[in-house]
Nanobody, 122 residues
Framework: QVQLVESGGGLVQAGGPLRLSCAASGSTSSINVMGWYRQAPGAQRELVATINRGGSTNYADSVKGRFTISGDSAKNTVYLQINNLKPEDTAVYYC????????????????WGQGTQVTVSS
């Protein structure tokens, strides 16, 4: 019931900035937490950052100080601002949402976007 579409990825030189966007549609009012994950070649998918309705954020230690997650409820969009890109940031970045679906009985559902490729060159 929730669809997520990422955009903003591409080939970027190391040291440069990049902003990723995730647009949510469908039952967006049911979403309580959204986040960004990434998966490098041959590696497991890992959490990058999360944000909830109240604006509280959480970051992986590896990206603290360089990555900033933010949200615009009016636009149903979450952003990931990346500064000082490093080659090790190369990965497919996925948008994630957790939603409570239901009228009387609510069930937790997890949704994923299709991913956007970020490639950092030196």
């Amino acid at each position: 019931q929730v669809q997520l579409v990422e955009s903003g990825g591409g080939l970027v030189q190391a040291g440069g900035p990049l902003r990723l966007s995730c647009a949510a549609s469908g039952s967006t009012s049911s979403i309580n937490v959204m986040g960004w994950y990434r998966q490098a070649p041959g590696a497991q998918r890992e959490l990058v950052a999360t944000i909830n309705r109240g604006g509280s954020t959480n970051y992986a230690d590896s990206v603290k100080g360089r990555f900033t997650i933010s949200g615009d409820s009016a636009k149903n969009t979450v952003y990931l601002q990346i500064n000082n890109l490093k080659p090790e940031d190369t990965a497919v970045y996925y948008c994630n949402a957790e939603a409570l679906i239901g009228t009387m009985v609510k069930v937790l559902r997890t949704y994923w976007g299709q991913g956007t490729q970020v490639t950092v060159s030196s």
